[in-house]
């Protein structure tokens, strides 16, 4: 097409046939051809750019050994030098000529004094200054339009004019003499960095440069007043950043305490800041968590969210449209590409989609919410703790709640899976942050005090976790534990009903079972108190058994409900055998409860012994109601006067215990914990010790205390790892220690501390349970590094263990090494390396060259490009000459490395071809234009098995 032609070039000469006019493209270049070869002592050269390319254009012409002076400028202002610099250098970025040999040229110029550069816009003249002249040895030059940069002497159409009038040219040379005077020397500057250029960067540098540029984050809106990320955080944002713009879903695992409100509030303020969302749906915890999320999101940060607790996708629809489940559903049918559905502790739904398995009724959380995420395009950011439970269908729950997987070459889009740990580690839309790697990567970063402890910084005040936390698995003996186990093994809990229930095996199969509801509820309530038991023993002694005649007969006043199932034996049977035992653990003996003494004895050492009064709390967990008031009632007699003790849990007016509301425990957690709420002293009461039930296991801080009693067994691994995170968690005291308790039955274990293998059916059921959750706790350990829990009576788990960290053994179980190289962990590997060496980067140059040794047999050179506002790493075989496409996150972990790698003796030249000829293929390939494309570092790969045939090598083939 005729637009496309390129513009003549004309040009006059004199009688003397010299170019007296030149027009159009080249016409720089003409007047440069005819005059600069007459150089013999001075070459004055006055433009609004100078640039690399236009000298390398032009330096074979000057060969008088003429000095060459410069007089430049563009912008106005007290930085107009550095912009300048800038201008200068930003040709190193380019990538169709190759500079090195015009550069060492200049250098040399620079370095003999035969090179002078001025900038002359930074201060005002009496001319102004948009001067473009070159005069040559005061006799002869030319004027125009042309910039002494390739684009002004041969590219773009300009206007250029001889110069031959001797007056003229004084005047000129005196102007200009006059201005170089006073403008500012760029010499020693530029000088210094085109020598840093030919002298090429460390790899390390190369990798950092490569790094920023495919990582930095720039800094969301937000208020003063907000809590700003700390650098752990960061790499988490950045993160799940990425995998939210590449796969439209993140899931973060992060342990307990590390701040997921403010990672999600900055992971969402990034998502708006970008323009990927427009609005937020939230589902979290109610309470005073959902306060914290509001606090966050709206308050801080001005986002445009709606919150919803977690229950709401629980409960069935509503005719009323203002009921929110209604109005969570409406949001819902809404949601788009530009919507973020944020879900907070999203392990409430782990189980799904076992509900879904079994068919019996279909799961409303995913009729609900998958929907807007795999066919609305909704993003999804999901964010809690724990995943693991029970089985590792909780995985499957959870991934089945994230966006499909991008489609494969012929093939559908597919779920994501995983039915190991392992291989849910691996997945790129999972990123785990557990305690162990929260210290090394501050340790990396340098953030140890004077002691040698590790701290993260949090809003500029020193926070610590402890280096180890004490675990203890005190065992005691169950009240009328020969009787008790007798009665059980005599079947006097056995009723006619079996409840069918379904679960997932150890390789995601669904299988199923029964079990004795009635039976199963006396064992865990035997193992939790004498009341928890005595009312068992009620209800047992007053249902029928299948062979009792039925009838209907009023409850008296304080009787105990029957069970909805009969019993197999006759209930005068089970009467003769059970009344006595309940007579004798009714009323409570606090005395001879050695499980109520263990808990005193912890209370006593923790509140009374080892630490001044007040200081050290007890936190205490529990599963049954009726043993929350029992232990209120016994701690409260023994410390009488002494310590303060609370529950979660109360009476209610027809004497049966409940649970307090959600506002009166809040206001219960908070006087617990007023430090930790921040609460002013001495605004409320205090307490010393705290139980509570897992329906505040999660979501609130509980730092104030250093001791967790389990005095109750949970039955999962999630409820497990929540109650300790209630204390496990960053505070400004370095000196902080943990122990955690956990209260076990000995009847379940052999004198040598193993559990049993016996016949006996209550003790193989109560050996079920601790093994489960042993099993349990072990499988989600595999994911969370961290262990909680031991079966040893005492025992010590370091915090800050270096072989469960990062960059070496990351899990535990051997099983687990591969998972060290896994995206999410290599991922957060680069992301500590940027926030580390952030002020390092800041130095680069913006444009790196290097080279280093490899131990692969080709030479290749990676070359990370910018166009159109977009970075594009590449990677090209040198020998095959063809691109190669590993992906980003392969090409990142090539450029890794340490920050002592040195370079290989690759010249500078032979990098900086490769890199162009690298550059070059990528846009013939993508239809780009190379002149908009920009190489922002390379690095040159040499096999290491090829230096011994020396440098030579590279200037014939790059084998």
């Given at each position: 097409?005729?637009?496309?032609?390129?513009a003549?070039?004309?040009?006059?000469?004199?009688?003397?046939?010299?170019?007296?006019?030149?027009?159009?493209?080249?016409?720089?270049?003409?007047?440069?051809?005819?005059c600069?070869?007459?150089?013999?002592?001075?070459?004055?050269?006055?433009?609004?750019?100078?640039?690399?390319?236009?000298?390398?254009?032009?330096?074979q012409?000057?060969?008088?050994?003429?000095?060459?002076?410069?007089l430049?400028?563009?912008?106005?202002?007290?930085?107009?030098?550095?912009?300048?610099?800038?201008?200068?250098?930003?040709?190193?970025?380019?990538?169709?000529?190759?500079?090195?040999?015009?550069?060492?040229?200049?250098?040399?110029?620079?370095?003999?004094?035969?090179f002078?550069?001025?900038?002359?816009r930074?201060?005002?003249?009496?001319?102004?200054?948009?001067?473009?002249?070159?005069?040559?040895?005061?006799?002869?030059?030319?004027?125009?339009s042309?910039?002494?940069?390739?684009?002004?002497?041969?590219?773009?159409?300009?206007?250029?004019?001889?110069?031959?009038?001797?007056?003229?040219?004084?005047?000129?040379?005196?102007w200009?003499?006059?201005?170089?005077?006073?403008?500012?020397?760029?010499?020693?500057?530029l000088?210094?960095?085109?020598?840093?250029?030919?002298?090429?960067?460390?790899?390390?540098?190369?990798?950092?440069?490569a790094?920023?540029?495919?990582?930095?984050?720039?800094?969301p809106?937000?208020?003063?007043?907000?809590?700003?990320?700390?650098?752990?955080?960061?790499?988490?944002?950045?993160?799940?950043?990425?995998?939210?713009?590449?796969?439209?879903?993140?899931?973060?695992?992060?342990?307990?305490?590390?701040?997921k409100?403010?990672?999600?509030?900055?992971?969402?303020?990034?998502?708006?800041?970008?323009g990927?969302?427009?609005?937020?749906?939230?589902?979290?915890?109610?309470?005073?968590?959902?306060k914290?999320?509001?606090?966050?999101?709206?308050?801080?940060?001005?986002?445009?969210?709606?919150?919803?607790?977690?229950?709401?996708?629980?409960?069935?629809?509503?005719?009323?449209?203002d009921?929110?489940?209604?109005?969570?559903?409406?949001?819902?049918?809404?949601?788009?590409?530009?919507t973020?559905?944020?879900?907070?502790?999203?392990?409430?739904?782990?189980?799904?989609?076992?509900?879904?398995?079994?068919?019996?009724?279909?799961?409303?959380?995913?009729?609900?919410?998958?929907?807007?995420?795999?066919?609305?395009?909704?993003?999804?950011?999901?964010?809690?703790?724990?995943?693991?439970?029970?089985?590792?269908?909780?995985?499957?729950?959870?991934?089945?709640l994230?966006?499909l997987?991008?489609?494969?070459?012929?093939?559908?889009r597919?779920?994501?899976?995983?039915?190991?740990?392992?291989?849910?580690?691996?997945l790129?839309?999972?990123?785990?942050?557990?305690?162990?790697?929260?210290?090394?990567?501050?340790?990396?970063?340098?953030?140890?005090?004077?002691?040698?402890?590790?701290?993260?910084?949090?809003?500029?005040?020193?926070?610590?976790?402890?280096?180890?936390?004490?675990?203890?698995?005190?065992?005691?003996?169950?009240?009328?534990?020969?009787?008790?186990?007798?009665?059980?093994?005599?079947e006097?809990?056995?009723?006619?009903?079996?409840?069918?229930?379904?679960?997932?095996?150890e390789?995601?199969?669904?299988?199923?079972?029964?079990?004795?509801?009635?039976?199963?509820?006396?064992?865990?309530?035997?193992?939790?108190?004498?009341p928890?038991?005595?009312?068992?023993?009620?209800?047992?002694?007053?249902?029928?058994?299948?062979?009792?005649?039925?009838?209907?007969?009023p409850?008296?006043?304080g009787?105990?409900?029957?069970?909805?199932?009969?019993?197999?034996?006759?209930?005068?049977?089970?009467?003769q055998?059970?009344?006595?035992?309940?007579?004798?653990?009714?009323?409570?003996d606090?005395?001879?409860?050695?499980?109520?003494?263990?808990?005193?004895?912890?209370?006593?050492?923790?509140?009374?012994?080892?630490?001044?009064?007040?200081?050290?709390?007890?936190?205490?967990?529990?599963?049954?109601?009726?043993?929350?008031?029992?232990?209120?009632?016994g701690l409260?007699?023994?410390?009488?006067?002494?310590?303060?003790?609370?529950?979660?849990?109360?009476?209610?007016?027809?004497?049966?215990?409940e649970?307090?509301?959600?506002?009166?425990?809040?206001w219960?957690?908070?006087?617990?914990?007023?430090v930790?709420?921040r609460?002013?002293a001495?605004?409320?009461?205090?307490?010393?010790?705290?139980?509570c039930?897992?329906?505040?296991?999660?979501?609130?801080?509980?730092?104030?205390?250093?001791?967790?009693?389990?005095?109750?067994?949970?039955?999962?691994?999630?409820e497990?790892?929540?109650?300790?995170g209630?204390?496990?968690?960053?505070?400004?005291?370095?000196e902080?220690?943990?122990?955690?308790?956990?209260?076990?039955?000995?009847?379940?274990?052999?004198?040598?501390?193993?559990?049993?293998?016996?016949?006996?059916?209550?003790?193989?059921?109560?050996?079920?349970?601790?093994?489960?959750?042993?099993?349990?706790?072990?499988h989600?350990?595999?994911?969370?590094?961290?262990?909680?829990?031991?079966?040893?009576?005492?025992?010590?788990?370091?915090?800050?263990?270096?072989?469960?960290?990062i960059?070496?053994?990351?899990?535990?179980?051997?099983?687990?090494?591969?998972?060290?190289?896994?995206?999410?962990?290599?991922?957060?590997?680069?992301l500590?390396?940027?926030?580390?060496?952030?002020?390092?980067?800041?130095?680069?140059?913006?444009?790196?060259?290097?080279?280093?040794?490899?131990?692969?047999?080709?030479?290749?050179?990676?070359?990370?490009?910018h166009?159109?506002?977009?970075?594009?790493l590449?990677?090209?075989?040198?020998?095959?000459?063809?691109?190669?496409?590993?992906?980003?996150?392969?090409?990142?972990?090539?450029?890794?490395?340490?920050?002592?790698?040195?370079?290989?003796?690759v010249?500078?030249?032979?990098?900086?071809?490769?890199?162009?000829?690298?550059?070059?293929?990528?846009?013939?390939?993508?239809?780009?234009?190379?002149?908009d494309?920009?190489?922002?570092?390379?690095?040159y790969?040499?096999?290491?098995?090829?230096?011994?045939?020396?440098?030579?090598?590279?200037?014939?083939?790059?084998?």
């Amino acid at each position: 097409m005729a637009e496309n032609l390129p513009a003549p070039l004309y040009i006059t000469h004199d009688a003397d046939d010299r170019p007296a006019l030149a027009v159009g493209p080249g016409a720089g270049l003409v007047m440069a051809q005819h005059c600069l070869p007459q150089a013999r002592e001075t070459i004055r050269l006055a433009s609004v750019y100078f640039s690399l390319s236009g000298y390398a254009l032009t330096r074979q012409l000057m060969t008088g050994g003429a000095t060459l002076r410069v007089l430049i400028g563009q912008r106005d202002g007290p930085e107009a030098h550095r912009a300048v610099l800038q201008e200068i250098l930003a040709d190193l970025a380019q990538c169709e000529l190759t500079l090195a040999e015009a550069i060492e040229e200049l250098v040399l110029r620079m370095k003999t004094g035969r090179f002078f550069i001025r900038e002359a816009r930074s201060y005002a003249t009496s001319y102004g200054y948009h001067c473009k002249f070159y005069l040559v040895d005061n006799a002869t030059g030319w004027h125009g339009s042309t910039n002494y940069s390739w684009r002004g002497l041969k590219g773009s159409a300009e206007q250029a004019s001889l110069l031959t009038d001797q007056a003229q040219i004084a005047m000129l040379a005196q102007w200009f003499d006059e201005s170089a005077a006073l403008g500012h020397d760029l010499l020693a500057d530029l000088l210094a960095r085109l020598q840093a250029w030919l002298d090429m960067a460390t790899p390390f540098q190369v990798y950092l440069k490569a790094l920023a540029a495919l990582r930095q984050l720039d800094e969301p809106p937000r208020r003063i007043q907000a809590d700003r990320p700390t650098h752990y955080q960061r790499l988490l944002i950045a993160r799940a950043l990425r995998q939210i713009t590449e796969y439209n879903g993140a899931l973060v695992v992060a342990a307990t305490g590390l701040g997921k409100t403010v990672l999600g509030a900055e992971i969402a303020a990034h998502c708006y800041a970008s323009g990927i969302t427009r609005r937020c749906i939230v589902l979290g915890p109610a309470g005073s968590v959902r306060k914290q999320w509001l606090r966050h999101l709206r308050t801080d940060r001005d986002l445009n969210v709606v919150y919803f607790s977690l229950d709401t996708l629980f409960r069935p629809d509503s005719d009323n449209e203002d009921h929110q489940v209604e109005l969570l559903r409406q949001h819902l049918r809404s949601a788009d590409e530009h919507t973020l559905i944020l879900i907070d502790e999203v392990h409430t739904y782990r189980n799904q989609w076992l509900r879904e398995a079994v068919k019996t009724a279909s799961s409303r959380v995913f009729e609900r919410l998958v929907p807007a995420v795999h066919h609305q395009g909704a993003r999804v950011l999901l964010l809690t703790a724990t995943v693991y439970g029970t089985d590792f269908g909780n995985l499957k729950s959870l991934l089945h709640l994230l966006p499909l997987q991008p489609a494969a070459e012929g093939q559908p889009r597919r779920e994501w899976d995983a039915r190991t740990a392992a291989q849910f580690a691996a997945l790129p839309v999972v990123t785990i942050l557990g305690i162990p790697h929260v210290l090394q990567l501050a340790r990396e970063r340098g953030d140890v005090d004077e002691q040698g402890r590790v701290f993260v910084e949090f809003n500029t005040q020193r926070c610590y976790l402890p280096p180890e936390l004490y675990l203890y698995a005190p065992r005691y003996q169950l009240p009328l534990q020969d009787a008790m186990q007798r009665a059980l093994d005599e079947e006097r809990f056995a009723s006619t009903t079996l409840i069918l229930h379904s679960y997932f095996g150890e390789q995601l199969q669904l299988e199923k079972g029964t079990a004795n509801s009635i039976y199963n509820e006396t064992i865990e309530s035997w193992l939790s108190s004498p009341p928890a038991l005595a009312h068992c023993l009620a209800r047992n002694i007053a249902t029928p058994g299948y062979r009792d005649p039925v009838y209907a007969q009023p409850l008296a006043a304080g009787e105990a409900l029957p069970y909805q199932y009969q019993m197999k034996q006759k209930q005068t049977t089970r009467q003769q055998v059970l009344r006595p035992l309940l007579n004798a653990i009714h009323p409570p003996d606090f005395i001879h409860d050695e499980k109520f003494s263990l808990l005193q004895t912890i209370v006593q050492r923790v509140c009374l012994t080892k630490a001044t009064l007040g200081t050290s709390k007890v936190l205490v967990f529990v599963n049954r109601w009726a043993t929350a008031l029992y232990l209120v009632e016994g701690l409260t007699k023994g410390f009488a006067g002494v310590l303060r003790v609370a529950s979660t849990v109360t009476t209610a007016v027809d004497g049966t215990p409940e649970l307090l509301p959600p506002p009166e425990r809040g206001w219960l957690l908070r006087d617990f914990a007023p430090v930790a709420h921040r609460r002013p002293a001495g605004t409320g009461p205090d307490y010393h010790v705290l139980i509570c039930t897992d329906a505040d296991g999660k979501g609130v801080n509980l730092q104030d205390a250093d001791t967790l009693v389990h005095y109750d067994l949970p039955t999962a691994a999630d409820e497990l790892y929540q109650r300790v995170g209630r204390l496990l968690r960053l505070t400004p005291n370095p000196e902080r220690q943990i122990a955690i308790y956990t209260l076990e039955p000995a009847l379940a274990y052999a004198q040598q501390g193993e559990l049993l293998r016996v016949a006996s059916k209550a003790q193989l059921a109560i050996e079920t349970l601790i093994t489960r959750l042993q099993r349990r706790h072990d499988h989600s350990q595999r994911i969370m590094v961290t262990g909680v829990r031991t079966t040893r009576e005492q025992a010590q788990e370091p915090l800050e263990n270096p072989t469960a960290i990062i960059t070496t053994d990351l899990m535990a179980d051997p099983v687990f090494e591969a998972a060290t190289d896994a995206p999410a962990q290599a991922e957060l590997r680069h992301l500590s390396a940027l926030a580390r060496y952030r002020d390092q980067i800041n130095q680069l140059a913006d444009s790196l060259l290097s080279a280093r040794t490899y131990a692969e047999t080709q030479a290749r050179v990676i070359v990370l490009l910018h166009t159109a506002g977009q970075y594009h790493l590449i990677r090209y075989n040198l020998k095959t000459r063809k691109l190669e496409t590993p992906g980003e996150a392969a090409l990142l972990e090539q450029l890794a490395c340490p920050a002592d790698t040195k370079q290989a003796a690759v010249p500078v030249a032979i990098v900086e071809q490769r890199a162009n000829e690298a550059a070059q293929a990528w846009c013939q390939e993508y239809g780009a234009v190379s002149t908009d494309v920009m190489k922002v570092c390379a690095l040159y790969l040499d096999p290491q098995r090829m230096l011994r045939k020396g440098a030579a090598r590279l200037l014939a083939s790059d084998m």
